[in-house]
Nanobody, 131 residues
């Protein structure tokens, strides 16, 4: 049974930092591209950052490039998102997803993870940035 669990969210002031973690079990973690996605109230879900199976390549949304850093440690089945210089517009529920990239490219996954089965999504962690 696949389990994906996020942690590390919270309330932070504008300009502050948070580090999110996403741990997956029940799958061969190194076989999956991983991604962070966020959804704010009244808005559609958007891709934030994603990372390839080996961790040597990644992709960022324009809105977070230069402020967020994605990484992974396949030895502990965990992906991270270091978020610096946080802004109020970063407030959202952040979820992580795992994708085996069958029938789609890494960049397809980064832009739109709607094809990922619900079993490969976490429940999300709330990030709130106050001004």
């Amino acid at each position: 049974q696949v389990q994906v669990v996020e942690s590390g969210g919270g309330l932070v002031q504008e300009g502050g930092s948070l580090r999110l973690s996403c741990t997956a079990s029940g799958l061969t973690f190194a076989d999956y591209a991983m991604g962070w996605f966020r959804q704010a109230p009244g808005k559609e879900r958007e891709g934030v950052a994603c990372i390839t199976r080996s961790g040597v390549s990644w992709n960022y949304a324009d809105s977070v490039r230069g402020r967020f850093t994605i990484s992974r440690d396949n030895s502990v089945n965990t992906m991270y998102l270091q978020m610096n210089s946080l802004k109020p517009e970063d407030t959202a529920r952040y979820s992580c997803a795992a994708d085996g990239l069958r029938g789609r490219t890494f960049y397809d996954f980064c832009k739109d993870a709607s094809m990922v089965s619900n079993d490969y999504w976490g429940q999300g962690t709330q990030v709130t940035v106050s001004s």
